[in-house]
């Protein structure tokens, strides 16, 4: 079975799943260790470990590169978050055929102007037209080489202050569209606006939410409202620069090593989980 198949059924199963985000192919490997059945490719994340802001700096060949190379390490579905397609429907159309043909099991696309600006970011946050992000979701719905590739609409009409009225005008023309599932943002604090948009959305299609800000809201009130796919978006980017903030200020400190051993990886950890040993086994079959 396909990786995109694997995650249409997911999203499609009525069920609520979590998946937590990747920025490269050791933090992949590490999520698919600790047994998620999925990866968020995170444009945020992966724009930060490549030391830019998250408002399109990195080019989606960069943002790609580095998607496939998550791909490559894991062997479960990765959703790759294209921000708002990097362009115009001419650009989706080349990230979604380069995506679905490398084995990308789908692309989330939010209605967001190029270049985009991140949801958190305190301002105006420009959406697109209607029209145009409609042509958006035709133009990737028709350039996927694999037919169970998914395509998820993000709407931000929550995030740009609209409200939720506005967001399910949005969401149903997206729905029209094609769109495949969903993505409905906020920032709210109570994630009140998340359920009342699921409980007028109807399940008329799955939803996608990343409760970044509303962590405690429940999961089961989550998948009353409809909810099939929940991002943890950004947490392990932002647990690497907590770690590595602390290792370099005490060796600093320490002005040496000697005593930080203890609070990091060992080399074995590491050879562990990139499956040396399984480079050992393959010599034995192929030779030097």
Not at 72 to 95: K, T
Request: charged residues 25%; contains cysteine.
């Amino acid at each position: 079975m396909s990786y995109a198949k694997r995650f249409r059924r997911s999203l499609l199963d009525g069920k609520l799943e979590l998946i937590l985000e990747a920025h490269n192919g050791m933090s992949a490997r590490i999520v698919e260790e600790a047994g998620f059945s999925a990866i968020w490719a995170s444009g945020l994340s992966i724009a930060s470990a490549l030391g830019v802001r998250d408002c399109n700096e990195a080019s989606w060949s960069q943002i790609v590169e580095v998607a496939q190379s998550i791909h490559d390490a894991v062997s479960i579905p990765i959703l790759f978050d294209g921000d708002s397609g990097f362009g115009n429907f001419n650009n989706v159309r080349h990230v979604v055929k380069r995506l679905s043909h490398y084995g990308i099991a789908g692309i989330s696309l939010e209605d967001k102007l190029f270049p985009k600006m991140n949801s958190f970011i305190a301002g105006a946050q420009a959406l697109s037209s209607v029209d145009e992000y409609c042509g958006k979701i035709k133009a990737a719905q028709d350039s996927k080489c694999d037919c169970n590739f998914t395509v998820i609409a993000r709407t931000e009409a929550l995030i740009a202050g609209l409200g939720v009225e506005a967001a399910l005008k949005r969401a149903e023309c997206y729905h029209e569209a094609g769109a495949d599932g969903i993505f409905i943002h906020s920032k709210a604090v109570d994630g009140l606006d998340v359920l009342e948009f699921g409980r007028q959305w109807g399940k008329r299609s799955p939803l996608v939410v990343a409760p970044t800000t509303y962590m405690d809201t429940p999961l089961a009130l989550l998948e009353q409202a409809g909810v099939s796919i929940y991002i943890c978006a950004n947490h392990m980017m932002r647990a690497s620069i907590h770690a590595m903030r602390k290792v370099a200020g005490q060796i600093r400190k320490d002005n040496g090593i000697s005593a930080i051993d203890s609070d990091i990886s060992s080399l074995e950890e590491v050879f562990s989980l990139l499956d040396y040993d399984e480079l050992k086994a393959a010599e034995r079959i192929y030779g030097q």
